[in-house]
């Protein structure tokens, strides 16, 4: 099973995933933001995520969380090899 490892957040609701094979991938979440994800519509609430178990995660106020399986990252992300900042 896949693990992400480290996250960096973009500007444009995109994320650099390092994973656990060493692999860094870009994940565009832009066209995710309906139900339960449109809290990430807001930048500063998309910017806090944090890895647990390694997947992606997000807590939210309600003590609800947000989070995507790591496997589901990788498949609809792509290799990121270049500078998006």
Known sequence: MKKITDVETLNDH?????????????????N??????SYLKDTDNFKSVTLVRGALTWFRPDACEIDICP????MNSSPYEGDFS
């Open 14 to 30: 995109s994320l650099i995933c390092t994973f656990n094979t060493g692999e860094k991938r870009l994940y565009e979440m832009e």
């Open 71 to 74: 496997d589901y990252t990788y």
């Open 32 to 37: 995710e933001m309906t139900g339960v994800f």
